[in-house]
């Protein structure tokens, strides 16, 4: 189980003193008011900063990012091999960080509008936020872990230029957290849309790994190699 040592904490506490005036307000005031180095947090902000501070003990640990990794070489045993673009990559570019450390270097870059722009050896970082112009040319696969509303955007774009894509979905959609009735339409609506795709020899697949994240399904979009 994935804790935090003595010296783990030290770096912990030296990397919020040095990094703490970055982070948006809520983040602040979680660290203000809530936080525990006692505690192992399932936030997305805490698994960014787990990843990035300490991605040896965190990729060997049962958490939603392994899980998802696993997953992405299930459908991709490719993966080394891919120029990939994570979406909505968050404050801190820990997937890809994780994932850089098993693929070749410089085959992965991130995109967040929220980027702090932290040092992350051999991923590309991209301050923007990823629209219907974004530039999908340069890559063969796009990822994604719990991108909220931009995961219907990355449907939309594969649509018009299609690419592999493995995106574990979540059920936050702006400012609201769908019901298990709107989530489930939601999510058909999308599988549909891929599924128009077909025709160019690409298959759509739905996968749960052994956390779920609230029941969410990892959707890939693949095309298969014959074709």
Sequence with gaps: MFKLNSNDREKFIKFLMDNYDKFPQGVKDFFDNHFSLDEVYQFDFMAEIYAYLF???YMTDFNFYTC???CLFNKFPD???RKVLEIASGLIP???Y???KIIKPNNISCMDPRLLNLPVRGVKQIKNKFTMETDISPYDLLIAHCPCEAFEVIVNRVLEEPKDICIQTCRCYGDEYLSDF???RYIIK???KLEKLQKYGYYVDT???PLMINEAPVITLKREKNV
Aim: aromatic share 12%; net charge positive.
């Design 207 to 209: 996968t749960y790994t």
């Design 79 to 81: 993966l080394k091999e």
């Design 190 to 192: 999308q599988i549909i």
């Design 98 to 100: 994780l994932i850089e």
């Design 182 to 184: 709107r989530f489930r």
């Design 94 to 96: 820990g997937l890809a």
């Design 68 to 70: 998802y990794i696993t």
């Design 55 to 57: 991605p040896q003990k």
